[in-house]
């Protein structure tokens, strides 16, 4: 065993000056992101404490959600500009129905207490349809993902200010949740966030259906070589709504968290998030050209993202300085993608 240990310490060293300058830069964007890391804790040693970690869990948790349902759309080579937007309209609707009876400025004054499993329902078949619209236009029409879903992200929000100025208060945030739908959200099992537990079964799903399911095995197909896979028998125009239809649900269920986990909702509710989902998925190594991505790369990539943000915040950096630090990872971590990935064709 040592033996064998010890010839692998040398061919290690023995690697040529190529072999380092490759290896330093397929690794760079995580060597960045691990020295910021690293400044944060030197400049404010109490970063590292037990309530920061649950701190960072949570604000991952809703980040991670969004991340798979975006990643999928990635994987086919695609991306999704409407995923803020329906997050937002996620929330606003579950929240407006799920407010505590005796509030004051109820957006529906007479609604029955419902189940919480109802409105749930109801925002991911939402998401999920509009989401499956944006499939159908991408796959049938053969638009550009980007323009598509810039088109929804537009529609959906005229949409969603039309429904938040319908409540009977009028144009105000929507608050005053039921107990039962906060505790669900921000309360515990077991000292776990519940919110957490929702990120973790959903990454348990999400791996199951990218790796052991023919839904998987085709996403990466046609996110692959769309032609290949339409000569192999694979449905292209079927597989593309369908991963675009789970994006969605997806979309639902993140919506559904993050009004809960905030306290309240409004029609500008999620403004930004698919940036952030984005940007996750690509420096967790999910790639613009299609066809590759694993489930664990986007959890790395939102817990990487989520720490920076945090910790930025943490140390009192300046909002302007954040953005402009985040803008440039996102650019190298694409720009160093497209030089893998020339470099393998």
Known sequence: MSSVSTTGEKKFLKWTKSQWQEMLTNNAIYIVIFAIIIFIIIRE??????????????????RLILAFGVGGIIILQGTDLSLGRMVGF?????????????????????????????????????????????????????????????????TLYGILSIYFASGAPGPQPIGGFDDRY????????????????FAILTSGLVWVLWNKTTFGKNMYAVGGNPEAAKVSGVNVTGTTILVFVFGGVLYGLGGFLEAA????????????????????????GISFSGGIGKVSGAIVGVLMFTIISYGMTFIGLDMYYQYIIKG????????????????KS
């Open 45 to 62: 040693p109490a970063f590292l404490s037990i309530h920061v970690f649950k701190n960072i869990l949570t604000q991952s948790s809703v």
């Open 261 to 284: 986990r905030i306290g309240s909702a409004n029609n500008g509710t999620g403004f930004g998030y698919e940036l952030d989902a984005i940007a996750a998925c690509v420096v967790g």
């Open 328 to 343: 440039i990872i996102i650019v190298a971590a694409v720009a160093l993608d497209t030089k893998k990935y020339l470099k």
């Open 90 to 154: 996620a929330a606003v609707v579950a929240g407006s129905m799920l407010q505590r009876p005796d509030y004051a400025n109820r957006f529906y004054p007479d609604m029955a207490v419902l189940p919480l499993i109802v409105p749930l329902i109801i925002v991911m078949i939402i998401t999920g349809f509009f989401s499956g619209v944006n499939g159908w236009v991408v796959a049938k029409y053969k638009i550009h993902p980007f323009l598509a879903t810039m088109g929804m992200m537009i």
């Open 182 to 197: 906060t505790n669900l959200v921000i309360g515990t099992t077991l000292g776990i966030p519940n919110i957490v537990i």
